[in-house]
């Protein structure tokens, strides 16, 4: 006998659970679409061409590859060498997230795009990672971005979307990391290791996981000199209000143009998002890092401080990541809410509301006979009244069907036999007080909606 399973990290949603997966989108939806942003698709899997190179080596390595179909394994048979294998079994890959695809697209249709272009995505993605809590396999990203721009504004907006989601969803301890690149690659200039940036990012980033100690390991063990070390934990150190760390940075960073540019982006972004919005919960977090190739100036990073599950969002600017496809000097920018995670935290602070679970308004007892397709007529004259109504598919015994309407939890049934018929005048139990009253159809709407 075959056991029955599904892959790991991955998930069936149930109806409970769909629902209030889609009331979390429909909220991110709304307010991406009250921004101007426009809805955009692209499909699960890509040239893998298209996605190798961009997430850097660990990226590379997390990318699901999609098998040819055809005579895979003769060509398979013919090939020694592992690279040319690799291409010959394997010419597509599952998208690793939502923003290069969406640049592969801008790119194809540049001609035809207004730019500005401000576009939402709402869509899985995969990664072969080990799944865990918060973590898994195949989940969902809800993407904002906008690409034509080098304007600082559109940070400003996108960090207002994620105070308004995140207000809205009724999350209220969240808290706006926010860093810039380019005082990361200001660093590596003063370490005299630009060319090693990359490995830099991806250990400070870790800062919050493995504390310095683990940080100081790992750049010793990427051949790091004590010198370089000491500096980098000076950087690190460098702590107080917002005010603060602005001067500290802009005396470390005295003679390193590329990171006072950083400096300078990075506090108009949080002093003009301060006048816009004063309570927003922003953070100058200069140890964070996104370990994403492509960002090069602002860098963002969302966490729910209340549950301890990692960040629910994240994003930044990527100044030049068309060029990769051919279309240079198009900076863009965006965000990413992690609808997964998202879940995960509204779930343990019990944050849905409690009438997301009713699917049937009302359910009508079948009787059978005459009544069966007089009770239908009249489920349809509801239904086009927007109301969510079923009728039980067979005429089975009344306690069967009221206890199908109990589990559920339908909170109203109507009764139709001849004698409603002829009156129209109809049964309607209310399932919670068991009062049952006769009413009219137009009467019942007026009930229920009460």
């Not at 040239?47 to 190179?53: F, K, Q, R």
């Not at 709402?122 to 304007?151: I, N």
């Not at 239908?376 to 239904?383: D, I």
Request: charged share 25%.
């Amino acid at each position: 006998m075959i056991q029955i399973s599904i892959p790991k990290g991955t998930r069936d949603f149930a109806p409970e659970t769909l629902r209030k997966r889609c009331y979390i989108m429909n909220i991110i939806k709304n307010i991406f679409e009250k921004y101007a942003f426009e809805p955009l698709e692209t499909p699960a899997m890509e040239n893998i061409e298209t996605l190798t190179g961009k997430y850097g080596d660990e990226g590379d390595k997390l990318m699901f590859r999609v098998l040819n179909n055809g005579e895979i394994f003769d060509k398979a048979k013919q090939t020694t060498d592992n690279k040319n294998l690799v291409q010959a079994i394997s010419e597509k890959a599952l998208r690793y997230d939502l923003t290069i695809p969406f640049a592969r697209f801008v790119v194809m249709n540049r001609n035809s795009l207004i730019f500005p272009f401000r576009r939402y995505q709402m869509q899985p993605v995969w990664r072969a990672d080990r799944p865990q809590k918060g973590r898994f396999r195949e989940f969902y990203q809800c993407d904002a971005d906008v690409v034509g721009s080098k304007s600082l504004l559109i940070e400003i907006e996108l960090l207002s979307i994620y105070v308004e989601v995140f207000e809205k969803l009724g999350i209220k301890n969240v808290a706006l990391h926010l860093n810039n690149r380019k005082i990361l690659s200001g660093l590596a200039a003063l370490l005299g290791a630009s060319e090693r940036m990359m490995e830099m990012t991806i250990t400070i980033d870790k800062l919050d996981k493995i504390g310095w100690d683990g940080v100081q390991q790992d750049l010793q063990k990427n051949n790091f000199s004590e010198a370089q070390i000491k500096l980098i934990e000076q950087f690190l150190s460098i702590k107080g209000s917002a005010e603060e760390v602005f001067e500290e940075l802009k005396t470390f960073f005295k003679n390193e143009e590329e990171a006072m540019k950083g400096v300078k982006e990075l506090y108009f972004v949080w002093h003009q998002m301060m006048v816009l919005m004063p309570d927003a919960p922003l953070k100058i977090d200069l140890t964070l890092a996104r370990g994403l190739n492509y960002y090069t100036g602002s860098i963002i990073e969302v966490k729910a401080t209340d549950v301890a599950i990692g960040s629910i969002g994240g994003g930044g600017r990527y100044d030049d990541l068309t060029s990769v496809f051919g279309l240079p000097n198009v900076s863009g920018v965006g965000i990413s809410f992690g609808l997964d995670r998202i879940y995960e935290v509204m779930e343990e602070l019990k944050l849905f509301p409690e009438n997301l679970q009713t699917g049937s308004k009302i359910l009508f007892i079948n009787f059978g006979g005459d009544s069966e397709m007089y009770a239908l007529q009249l489920v349809q004259k509801l239904r086009a009244k927007n109301l969510a109504v079923e009728i039980y598919p067979s005429n089975e015994k009344i306690k069967k069907q009221m206890e199908y309407a109990h589990r559920k939890k339908v909170p109203f049934v109507v009764l139709i036999g001849e004698e409603e018929m002829k009156t129209q005048k109809f049964q309607l139990k209310n399932m919670e007080t068991g009062e049952q009253q006769a009413l009219s159809l137009d009467e019942i709407v007026v009930a229920i909606s009460k």
